[in-house]
């Protein structure tokens, strides 16, 4: 398994899709993964830190401090580089928004230890972003080509929006959800 494990916390599992909006052909989905994320993780002291992800929106601003960091998937030793254990923690059933918590090493228990430092005392969440998401959804990025209107279609049917007809409001209306999970003052 590879960094397809996780869930984007915008489009869900991340796909490619083969556009035929300029050919008049339909757009299907060609590819499913992704070989990097990139995460938002959010250190709070263990008093602030929310409990579960529904509760996370209004509790990011508490957060001691934010760091965005790239994982990737190294084909060669078939694990992530660095690892956040991804098996144990993103396959989870809480994991159903691509926002969870790193939960503490346990010694006698599967899988090994997170590569990130977490200092005693707090605890770390972390919002998952598919590359393509967080271009075009959090750092506002502006794409040569439009994006495909069923990849447009996954994430209105993710985030249980309403995709209209229009794909320029609809953008705007992600980036404003999404917004909802970023650093406060960003």
Known sequence: MGVHDYRCSVCDTPASYDCGEATGEPCEQEGLGED???????????ADAPEHFEEFEQARGKARRVETKTFGYDWGDWEFVPSLNYRQLLMDDEDAAGIWAIQPFDEGGEGSPVS????EGER???????????????????PQDPPCIEYLRTIAENLGM??????????EAVRQRVARRRPTGR
Do not use: H, M
């Not at 990097?36 to 263990?46: E, I, K, N, S, W």
């Not at 990130?116 to 200092?119: A, F, L, T």
């Not at 969440?125 to 959090?138: A, G, H, K, M």
């Open 36 to 46: 990097q994320a990139v995460l938002d993780l959010f250190y709070f002291a263990a």
């Open 116 to 119: 990130i430092d977490i200092p």
């Open 124 to 142: 770390v969440w972390v919002v998952n972003y598919c590359p393509s998401c967080r271009e075009l959804f959090v750092d506002g990025g502006k």
């Open 162 to 171: 309403d995709l209209g007809v229009e794909k320029t409001p609809f953008i």
